[in-house]
C-alpha cells in the first residue's frame, strides 16, 4: 500500500531564506508527483507536476525534483515570501490503482516571517 | 480561464435533508473525481469517473451518490446527510489520454450538517 510522509510538518523560517520541503513515498510505481499548496480552509493549488520519467521540474522561484527510486521529491523554495506562507501538500498518481486516485502526505505547514 | 468549480461553497444543513454540490470543469477532461479533507485523516477519494456514465466507488463512498450525465459535470448527492458528513470537499479532474496529466482542483465546499 502507497503511503507519502512529509518532513518536516511544521516550518519556520525569516523572509528571505532557501528552504527544502522533503516528500517520501514507499512504492516507486507512479504515475507522477504532484506538489499542492493550500491556504488555510482554502481549495489545492497545483503548483509542480514531475511525471515518472522526468527528474525535475521549476516554476519561478519553485524547484521539484524527484528521485523515483529512493522514493523521494523535494520542493525547493527559493528567497521566500511572507505570500509563500501555507500548507504543501505532495502527492503521487500511482501505477496499479484503477481508481486513479492521489495519495496524498499529510502536509508541511510553512511560516514565512516578515 | 481553465478551472473546476464547485457550488456551495459554504453550506449548513440539518440531518436527512437532501442536498448537491455541484462540480463542473472547462477543460474537456476524461476524469473526474470527489475527495473529502478531515482533520488527521487528510483527503480520502469518495467517487471518481472515467468518463460521461463512468462512475465507481472510490474509498469512502457511503453515504454519497454521484452522476456524470455530461463531461463537464459531476455533482456530488448526498441523500440523507448525517454529521458524520461535515467536511471539506473537493472535486477535481484531469486528462487520462496518454496518462494522467495534472489534476486540477476546486475550491472547495464546507459542509456542516447539524
Known amino acids: 500500500k502507497q503511503e507519502v510522509t512529509q518532513i518536516p510538518a511544521a516550518l519556520s523560517v525569516p523572509e528571505g531564506e532557501n528552504l527544502v520541503l522533503n516528500c517520501s513515498f514507499t512504492?516507486?510505481?507512479?504515475?507522477?508527483l504532484q506538489w499542492f499548496r493550500q491556504d488555510p480552509g482554502k481549495g489545492l493549488t497545483s503548483l509542480l507536476l514531475?511525471?515518472?520519467?522526468?527528474r525535475e521540474q521549476t516554476s519561478g522561484r519553485l524547484n521539484a525534483s524527484l528521485d523515483k527510486s529512493s522514493g523521494r521529491s523535494t520542493l525547493y523554495i527559493a528567497a521566500s515570501q511572507p505570500g509563500d506562507s501555507a500548507t504543501y501538500l505532495c502527492?503521487?498518481?500511482?501505477?496499479?490503482?484503477?481508481?486513479?486516485?492521489?495519495?496524498f502526505g499529510s502536509g508541511t505547514r510553512l511560516l514565512v516571517r516578515p | 480561464e481553465a478551472q473546476v468549480t464547485q457550488n456551495p461553497r459554504y453550506l449548513i444543513t440539518v440531518t436527512g435533508k437532501k442536498l448537491t454540490v455541484t462540480c463542473s470543469q472547462n477543460m474537456n477532461h476524461e476524469y473526474m473525481s470527489w475527495y473529502r479533507q478531515d482533520p488527521g485523516l487528510g483527503l480520502r477519494q469518495i467517487y471518481y469517473?472515467?468518463?460521461?456514465?463512468?462512475?465507481d466507488k472510490g474509498d469512502v463512498p457511503e453515504g454519497y451518490k454521484v452522476s456524470r450525465k455530461e463531461k463537464r459535470n459531476f455533482p456530488l448527492i448526498l441523500e440523507s446527510p448525517s454529521p458524520n458528513q461535515t467536511s471539506l470537499y473537493f472535486c477535481?479532474?484531469?486528462?487520462?489520454?496518454?496518462?494522467?496529466?495534472?489534476?486540477?482542483f476546486g475550491p472547495g465546499t464546507r459542509l456542516t450538517v447539524t
Open positions: 514531475i511525471q515518472s520519467s522526468q
Open positions: 469517473s472515467m468518463n460521461v456514465e463512468v462512475t
Open positions: 477535481a479532474s484531469s486528462f487520462v489520454v496518454q496518462g494522467f496529466s495534472e489534476q486540477y
Open positions: 502527492a503521487v498518481l500511482p501505477l496499479m490503482d484503477s481508481s486513479y486516485k492521489l495519495i
Open positions: 512504492d516507486s510505481a507512479i504515475y507522477n
